[in-house]
């Protein structure tokens, strides 16, 4: 039981392009969505987040878009950057007397030169 | 600079015999969280307090329990840690108030032989 699901493992992305990850959930009840970035051997780090009533956020090169019809989520990146290559997790939120984070599986960017 | 410390870095135990993970934080976070991750899985939360109050997951084994003994700490007592409880343990901390994003720290990776 899955709430929230990056089905691409992997995505890789030429130096310069636009990288695109996404993610679905579907639990209806969540309230923010957020992007986490993680390098090996540290924790995930804080990028982006989007509240359930906005359908875009953006942040320099960085991008989130909210489909609430299509339970769907994405992270926009341009252009991508070698410091891009990381692991990123979705993230979806449930306020329950305190904030309850659920996570994607995560996909591993990788820029090329 | 404010920050989340997770000790060790990495743990090794031998099957059967109680281990303990810390977690301190000096951001004065009023909520800490422990996520449990094994490989290429989403992080899955295991439990959090909300200042001193206590909140299991449903899910989360008896295995697994934890101790705040003050707002800076948090420790994940495994009591007799199985080779499936070999995984990356995440602690993090929030604020505790809605959309705002978790600080982690960079994990225990944690080998039960």
């Known amino acids: 039981d899955q709430q929230v699901k990056q089905n691409s493992p992997s995505l890789s992305v030429q130096e310069g392009r636009i990288s695109i990850l996404n993610c679905d959930y579907t639990n209806s009840m969540f309230d923010y969505f957020l992007w986490y970035k993680k390098y090996p051997a540290e924790g995930p780090t804080f990028l982006i987040s989007i509240s359930s009533i906005k359908d875009k956020n953006e942040d320099g090169r960085f991008t989130v878009f909210l489909n609430k019809s299509a339970k769907h989520l994405s992270l926009h990146i341009v252009p991508s950057q070698p410091g891009d290559s990381a692991v990123y997790f979705c993230?979806?939120?449930?306020?329950?007397?305190?904030?309850?984070?659920?996570f994607g599986q995560g996909t591993r960017l990788t820029i090329n030169p | 600079d404010a920050m989340v410390i997770q000790n060790p870095r990495y743990q090794v135990t031998q099957f059967g015999k109680p281990v303990t993970l810390s977690c301190s934080q000096t951001?004065?976070?009023?909520?800490m969280y422990w996520y449990q991750q094994k490989s290429s899985q989403a992080p899955k939360l295991l439990f959090h307090?909300?200042?001193?109050?206590?909140?299991n997951e449903a899910d989360t084994p008896d295995n697994f329990q934890s101790r705040r003994p003050n707002t800076s700490f948090c420790f994940l007592d495994i009591r007799s840690p199985g080779l499936g409880d070999a995984a990356m343990y995440l602690c993090?901390?929030?604020?505790?108030?809605?959309?705002?994003?978790?600080?982690f720290g960079s994990g225990t990776r944690l080998t039960v032989v």
């Open positions: 951001l004065n976070h009023n909520v």
């Open positions: 993090a901390t929030s604020r505790g108030g809605q959309g705002l994003a978790y600080t």
């Open positions: 993230a979806a939120s449930l306020f329950q007397g305190a904030q309850k984070l659920v």
């Open positions: 307090y909300y200042d001193k109050d206590f909140n």
